[in-house]
């Protein structure tokens, strides 16, 4: 009588069910590390930023009106003395600057160890849209560009920048 002996082990679905097990754990554990959360939460701040600036754009070039007035431009007022903030506003009296005359939309909190460490061309800085262009007032300034440079509180090499030039163009690194 001839014995057949048959080999034990696993079928090829089970070997991809536990890689992705694995996986998923792995997964898990490297992003509730805490060096992995302040990674994630200077990127999200970063990228925040300039989906705020270009929504300041957009309602420049939209010319939202803000109780039946459109004002003369739409803008984001930075501070280092508000290193966690930063406001969104409508320039009511066209001087492409955030003061007392002007509509506060939104103040926006940047998240939690997270802070604006430089402002260029300097601070405080004003970042404004005039419609319909719409054009881009920089501190007054339309012929300059600018950087706003974020950090982690506790690692200040760690940083992310968002540039608006002249034209416009907001981009990060």
């Known amino acids: 009588m001839k014995k057949t002996f ?19 754990l792995t997964t898990a554990v490297v992003a509730s590390s805490p060096v992995a959360k302040q990674g994630f939460a200077i990127m999200r701040s970063s990228q925040g930023l300039a989906q705020d600036i270009r929504r300041a754009q957009i309602k420049a070039t939209a010319m939202k009106e803000i109780d039946g007035v459109s004002p003369k431009g739409y803008g984001i007022y930075f501070t280092t003395n508000a290193s966690t903030s930063y406001i969104l506003f409508a320039d009511q009296d066209g001087d492409y600057e955030y003061n007392e005359g002007d509509t506060l ?8 160890d997270v802070k604006i460490s430089t402002l260029l061309p300097g601070s405080p800085l004003h970042i404004v849209f005039e419609p319909p262009n719409p054009t881009v007032w920089i501190n007054s300034s339309s012929s300059s560009s600018s950087t706003i440079t974020l950090h982690l509180e ?15 163009l907001i981009t990060t690194q």
């Open 105 to 112: 939309i939104e103040t926006i909190n940047l998240e939690i």
């Open 154 to 168: 506790d690692n200040e090499t760690k940083i992310r920048e968002i540039f608006v030039n002249k034209s416009g």
């Open 6 to 24: 048959y080999l034990k082990g696993f079928t090829l679905v089970e070997l991809l069910v536990s890689i992705v097990i694995i996986g998923i």
